[in-house]
Protein backbone atom coordinates (compact mmCIF):
# COMPACT_ATOMS: atom_id res chain seq x y z
CA UNK A 1 0.00 0.00 0.00
CA UNK A 2 3.41 2.33 0.83
CA UNK A 3 4.77 1.95 -2.30
CA UNK A 4 0.57 2.53 -4.29
CA UNK A 5 0.71 5.47 -2.37
CA UNK A 6 4.25 6.84 -3.24
CA UNK A 7 3.51 5.84 -6.90
CA UNK A 8 0.37 8.12 -7.13
CA UNK A 9 1.95 11.04 -5.17
CA UNK A 10 4.63 11.09 -7.86
CA UNK A 11 2.91 10.56 -10.50
CA UNK A 12 -0.01 12.78 -9.37
CA UNK A 13 1.69 15.58 -7.72
CA UNK A 14 5.81 15.24 -8.84
CA UNK A 15 5.23 14.42 -12.00
CA UNK A 16 3.09 17.82 -13.05
CA UNK A 17 5.29 19.99 -10.65
CA UNK A 18 8.68 18.72 -12.61
CA UNK A 19 6.35 19.30 -15.93
CA UNK A 20 5.90 22.98 -14.49
CA UNK A 21 9.28 23.46 -13.81
CA UNK A 22 10.52 22.16 -17.40
CA UNK A 23 7.42 24.88 -19.07
CA UNK A 24 8.70 27.82 -16.72
CA UNK A 25 12.66 27.29 -17.63
CA UNK A 26 11.82 27.05 -21.27
CA UNK A 27 10.09 30.23 -21.21
CA UNK A 28 13.50 31.25 -20.31
CA UNK A 29 14.78 31.35 -24.16
CA UNK A 30 17.94 29.58 -25.23
CA UNK A 31 17.48 26.17 -23.83
CA UNK A 32 21.47 25.08 -25.08
CA UNK A 33 22.61 27.40 -22.03
CA UNK A 34 19.56 27.46 -19.62
CA UNK A 35 21.07 25.91 -16.43
CA UNK A 36 17.75 25.75 -14.52
CA UNK A 37 15.94 23.97 -17.96
CA UNK A 38 18.84 21.15 -17.86
CA UNK A 39 18.13 20.76 -14.09
CA UNK A 40 14.73 20.14 -14.27
CA UNK A 41 14.97 17.90 -17.34
CA UNK A 42 17.41 15.99 -15.09
CA UNK A 43 15.08 16.36 -12.08
CA UNK A 44 12.40 14.78 -14.48
CA UNK A 45 14.62 11.84 -15.04
CA UNK A 46 14.78 11.09 -11.57
CA UNK A 47 11.48 10.96 -11.18
CA UNK A 48 10.48 8.94 -14.43
CA UNK A 49 13.18 6.49 -13.40
CA UNK A 50 11.57 6.10 -9.57
CA UNK A 51 8.06 5.80 -11.43
CA UNK A 52 9.55 2.94 -13.33
CA UNK A 53 10.68 1.03 -10.81
CA UNK A 54 7.83 1.36 -8.67
CA UNK A 55 6.07 0.23 -11.55
CA UNK A 56 8.05 -3.02 -11.68
CA UNK A 57 8.34 -3.52 -8.41
CA UNK A 58 4.56 -3.69 -7.79
CA UNK A 59 4.03 -5.75 -11.25
CA UNK A 60 6.33 -8.40 -9.38
CA UNK A 61 4.94 -7.74 -5.80
CA UNK A 62 2.67 -10.75 -3.93
CA UNK A 63 0.52 -10.67 -1.10
CA UNK A 64 1.35 -12.54 1.93
CA UNK A 65 -1.60 -14.76 2.87
CA UNK A 66 -0.34 -16.33 6.41
CA UNK A 67 -2.43 -19.77 6.42
CA UNK A 68 -0.06 -20.41 3.19
CA UNK A 69 2.91 -19.26 4.88
CA UNK A 70 5.47 -22.73 5.71
CA UNK A 71 5.96 -22.75 9.49
CA UNK A 72 8.29 -26.02 9.65
CA UNK A 73 11.23 -22.64 8.73
CA UNK A 74 11.92 -19.16 8.27
CA UNK A 75 10.48 -17.77 5.34
CA UNK A 76 9.48 -14.58 4.18
CA UNK A 77 5.78 -13.93 6.15
CA UNK A 78 7.67 -15.54 9.38
CA UNK A 79 8.01 -13.92 12.52
CA UNK A 80 11.08 -15.60 14.31
CA UNK A 81 11.98 -14.97 18.23
CA UNK A 82 16.05 -15.85 18.91
CA UNK A 83 17.31 -16.01 22.56
CA UNK A 84 21.61 -15.50 22.98
CA UNK A 85 23.11 -17.41 26.50
CA UNK A 86 22.59 -14.16 28.20
CA UNK A 87 18.64 -14.65 27.98
CA UNK A 88 18.91 -11.07 25.40
CA UNK A 89 15.58 -11.59 23.21
CA UNK A 90 14.91 -10.63 19.81
CA UNK A 91 11.54 -11.00 17.25
CA UNK A 92 11.60 -9.85 14.13
CA UNK A 93 8.96 -10.28 11.48
CA UNK A 94 10.13 -11.30 7.77
CA UNK A 95 7.64 -9.39 5.08
CA UNK A 96 8.23 -7.38 2.03
CA UNK A 97 10.75 -3.99 1.32
CA UNK A 98 8.08 -1.79 1.84
CA UNK A 99 6.61 -3.07 4.92
CA UNK A 100 10.34 -3.14 6.84
CA UNK A 101 10.18 -0.90 10.18
CA UNK A 102 13.12 -2.20 12.20
CA UNK A 103 12.33 0.10 15.05
CA UNK A 104 9.16 -2.25 15.25
CA UNK A 105 11.29 -5.51 14.50
CA UNK A 106 10.19 -6.02 10.89
CA UNK A 107 12.67 -6.43 8.42
CA UNK A 108 12.67 -6.65 4.98
CA UNK A 109 13.07 -10.69 3.45
CA UNK A 110 16.07 -8.72 1.26
CA UNK A 111 18.23 -7.43 4.03
CA UNK A 112 21.41 -9.56 5.29
CA UNK A 113 20.03 -10.39 8.70
CA UNK A 114 16.09 -12.13 7.07
CA UNK A 115 18.86 -13.88 4.23
CA UNK A 116 20.81 -15.28 7.38
CA UNK A 117 17.53 -16.51 9.11
CA UNK A 118 15.66 -17.82 5.90
CA UNK A 119 15.90 -21.39 5.68
CA UNK A 120 16.75 -22.30 9.34
CA UNK A 121 14.35 -24.13 11.70
CA UNK A 122 13.47 -23.82 15.35
CA UNK A 123 16.52 -24.97 17.71
CA UNK A 124 18.96 -23.60 14.76
CA UNK A 125 21.80 -21.55 15.65
CA UNK A 126 22.76 -17.95 14.05
CA UNK A 127 25.58 -15.92 14.95
CA UNK A 128 24.66 -12.15 14.44
CA UNK A 129 26.88 -9.43 15.57
CA UNK A 130 29.47 -11.88 17.11
CA UNK A 131 26.80 -13.16 19.44
CA UNK A 132 24.67 -16.56 19.16
CA UNK A 133 21.46 -17.01 18.83
CA UNK A 134 19.11 -20.14 19.38
CA UNK A 135 15.97 -19.82 17.00
CA UNK A 136 13.03 -20.67 19.87
CA UNK A 137 9.81 -20.30 18.01
CA UNK A 138 8.72 -19.28 14.32
CA UNK A 139 4.94 -18.43 13.71
CA UNK A 140 3.13 -16.16 11.57
CA UNK A 141 4.62 -12.76 10.71
CA UNK A 142 1.25 -10.94 12.62
CA UNK A 143 2.01 -12.79 15.95
CA UNK A 144 2.60 -15.71 17.63
Sequence with gaps: EQARAELRRLMEVELPASADEIARARSHGDLSENYEYKAAKEKQARLM???NRLRADLAHARPIVPTEVDLAHISVGCRVELIDATGTKLVYSLLGPWDS???????????????????????DTVEMD?????????GPGVSF
Design 130 to 138: GRVFTITAI
Design 49 to 51: SRI
Design 101 to 123: NPEQGVISYQSPLAQSLIGRKQG
